[in-house]
């Protein structure tokens, strides 16, 4: 009886190990730079990602909405923000790169790209920063991964200028 408890407890834990696993989902790494060019460095240290800022959650792409919010852990990349809360200065770009496990490494899913962005809002709270962004421009790039090869390919392509008015396309 009682290995028979044990194995049924080493099931149920397995599963929840298993179950726990499946939660490591995607990811979301932010690379900003300033209107210098010099990268706002995050706190990420995963491989191939290091000094991006952590995204842990990311909103706000969708058609006829310029502004993108997004929350991350507070830090340098925080003050460096608030300071440029409701300036002129623009950041000339920022990329979202929205991965997920793979066998080797993250498997990139898609990317979204800001252009001209200005920062509308950050805010701490219990840790960590909201921040609100507005771009000229925005396109997201959506990626597929061969199973057999491993080839990561382009799947397809959508922006929109809010200056001009146009889709674009240029990324």
Do not use: C, H
Not at 49 to 70: K, P
């Amino acid at each position: 009886m009682k290995r028979l408890f044990q194995f049924l407890l080493l099931i149920v834990l397995t599963a929840s190990f298993t179950s726990a696993d499946i939660q490591l989902k995607q990811q979301t790494f932010l690379q900003m730079v300033d209107a210098k060019g010099q990268l706002i460095q995050g706190s990420s240290v995963q491989r191939g990602y290091e000094r991006l800022i952590i995204a842990t959650s990311f909103s706000g792409v969708t058609t006829g909405n310029a502004q993108v919010s997004y929350t991350m852990p507070s830090g340098g990349a925080s003050a460096v923000l608030a300071t440029m809360q409701g300036s002129k200065q623009k950041l000339p770009y920022a990329v979202f790169t929205i991965t997920e496990p793979g066998e080797a490494r993250l498997n990139v899913l898609s990317t979204v790209r800001l252009e001209s962005v200005s920062i509308i809002r950050v805010e701490d709270v219990n840790g960590s920063t909201n921040v609100t962004l507005q771009a000229a421009r925005i396109g997201t790039t959506y990626f597929q991964q061969n199973l057999k090869t491993g080839v990561r390919t382009i799947s397809g392509k959508t922006g929109f200028d809010y200056t001009t008015g146009q889709t674009w396309n240029s990324f």
